[in-house]
């Protein structure tokens, strides 16, 4: 690097800048910024030995271990005198830094800091002056910013509140405000008001708080602002216990009661009341005329214990404070619960001047707290037990099984088919269904029997001391009530259950065992059909168990690339020429080995993973086909697509997105639909197949004559091709019944103008046979198996 470019460098650089030989540590160049922070030119310092211009120790010490080869950095804070004797503190970064191939130097930079160190010695002075002011005053101070976190607080708030020593060390500003109120006379009202305070940031408010050790404060609370916006909240505490001792009654509750929206009465030191404010004249129905003199006890409940309120005085004179929930009785008799709070208030020589009590109605408050407990233990929707509660019922069933060597069963119940009913005429109405399903649940029971709803669909039932043919009798109740017909608004359905019932103690012997079990029964009714009951067998946990490993390790796969796309030739039956392919999902994993498709789409289906698995197939596909595209093979491949991928709400977009990505025409992309896609929801079906179709792609059926297809909706639809599932073929030549489908599904295909494929054609007779029928296309092992994406194109690349 010339010198013109190495100055012009250091130049354009705001640090000052040395550059500094490595080998005999002289100054090499340095910039205008550098000349100014020490007062000296260019050619002063340029050849100058870097140690003649250190001010510190510390400095001499690392350039001479940069001269023995054993530093090489450093950044830090040191000193650096100036040519005219003044000393500034600077910040420091020195570097090595190649300049070329062949050499190097050390890149020293400094930013002068000597400002900034002056403003921050000043502000630590002033922050200094503040502490000491904070400190001299004789009240307690508490600053607060805007969120309500401690800036800080005085000796004197600390002393005033009593807080521990290890609150002073430790900051935690939530202990500090539980701390101050639990030390109220009320912490509730305390709580309370400080939450309207918090709310308020500009509010300006003096309260009086009576502390449960007697002392009276006055608390004082401002805005605190800068540049005329509030940036926290200052509390100032002042002791008035003396003040206040020496008032008059009338101006202590006046100054204390009158205002307060608590029920506060005061006590002379017998308990005899001598003051109470309006909220507690309306809590009890006596006027404050009518309740002076009176005892305080006369107030409570004739329910409340003598001995109880001997406890609370007792209480109240030798520590000063009690709380506690005890019915008292209106002026009218009315009894009521109440929190009552009371507090001592002594004088400087600690002779008991009065007793201050806090009353709160606590009758709204135990009716919501019932209200609670009674939603804690139900359902909400159906009025029968919850899991917690179910929970409950299980241990008492267990615990009482054991103990006189008893069983009694799990029925796990799940209505069949009622997503259907959610999705097609709405959960509100679907809400309804599980009411009255519940309600036949509770009439297929006795007292000592559980009915419980555990989410969704899904009921329990714990039936208590049965055994298994008193088990299959209430399941088949219960099959037989629910079977009938539910009217709502004036719309009939048949519903049915699956239900699963495990037994105690064989089939678990905890509640989680049962309950699993009894899960597991139900899906084998599932599984064979609906509507039915089955017990428990210990092999069904296997088969749960085998399904959820497969689903773990197949999402494994996805994430970890275990997952590989095959293609499967199709060809015309007339002349044997290439005319397009099928992507097909293969999988080998290292534990399971090649796992069949017909292992794992099953499984992917149930458990929601056939989503992004579909995602996976149609972006290797595309991605496949751009590259053989580009190549010069260019032949459409068709995906398969199962009912869940494409009704998600932006599976069109996805489409299309994919292909513009890839810089594919629609018509390179073929969708393979099954039936049951077609008569789910044929409005949105039909948007979606228009969508689809008006992007360029090519739509069929798979698997054609499987299912529940309508003619009327496939005239409708966007359809190109069905496809003749191999079921059918396989059977062909020698079936008269699989040969008359295939043929009328061919002679069908050709009135609709859709071409038909034959799926899995693997004998000469076979091709034969289809080719006289009429039949467009075919694929299978007589032509070609599926192959990997490189074998596909050495076989078919011109």
Known sequence: MSVSVQQALIESVLE????????DLRILAVNRAAETMIGMSRDQLVGKPVVDIVSTSQDLFFWEDVAAGRSRAIRSDTLLRRNDGEIRQIERRVSLIQMDGSSSCFLVAMVDRSDQRAAEQQLENIIAELRATLESTADGILVVDMDGGIRGFNQRFSELWELPEGFLSERNDARVFEWMA????????????????VRSPLLEANDVLVLRTGRVLERVTLPQYARGRPIGRVFSFRDISQRLADESRLQLAA????????????????????????????LTGWSAEALAGRSAGG????????????????NLVSEGYWRGELWTRQKSGQPYPCLLSMVRVQDSDGKTLNYVGFAKD???????????????FTDPLTGLPN????????????????????????????LDRFKQINDSLGHGFGDRVLVTVSDRLRDCIRQVDTAARIGGDEFMILLAGVDGPGAEIAARRILNAVSQPVVVDEMSLSLTVSIGIAMYPEDGADADELAKNADSAMYAVKERGRADLRFYQRQMNIGLLSRMKLDHALRH?????GLHVHYQPKFALSDRRLIGAEAL????????????????????????????LGRFVLETTLKQLNTWWRAGLRVPVAVNVSALQFHQSDFIESVAEGLKRHGLPGDALELELTESILVADIEDTMRRLKGLSALGVRLSIDDFGTGYSSLSYLKRFPIERIKIDRSFIADLPGSAESEAIVIAIIQMGRALRLSVTAEGVETEAQRELLLNAGCDEMQGWLMAPAMNADEFFVRFAD
């Open 16 to 23: 000052a800048i040395w550059l500094v030989d490595p080998v």
């Open 182 to 197: 639990e030390r109220s006379g009320d912490p509730e009202s305390y709580r309370a008001r400080m939450g309207q305070i």
């Open 255 to 282: 100054r204390v009661f009158e205002s307060s929206l608590d029920a506060v009465f005061v006590t002379d030191p017998q308990f005899k009341v001598v003051a109470a404010n309006p909220t507690f004249e309306r």
């Open 299 to 314: 107030l409570l409940s004739s329910s409340v214990k003598r001995s109880d309120i001997r406890a609370m005085r007792s």
């Open 362 to 376: 606590l009758s709204e408050s135990m009716a919501a707290k019932q209200r609670i407990e009674e939603l804690a």
């Open 387 to 414: 899991r917690v509660l179910l929970r409950e019922r299980f241990e008492m069933a267990i615990n009482y099984s054991k103990r006189e060597h008893g069983t009694f069963a799990v029925l796990f119940i799940d």
């Open 557 to 561: 796969a996805l994430t970890e690339g």
């Open 585 to 612: 999902v293969r999988w080998t994993d290292p534990e399971l080995g090649n796992v069949s498709p017909g292992r794992f789409i099953p499984v992917a289906e149930e458990s929601g993973a056939i989503i992004p």
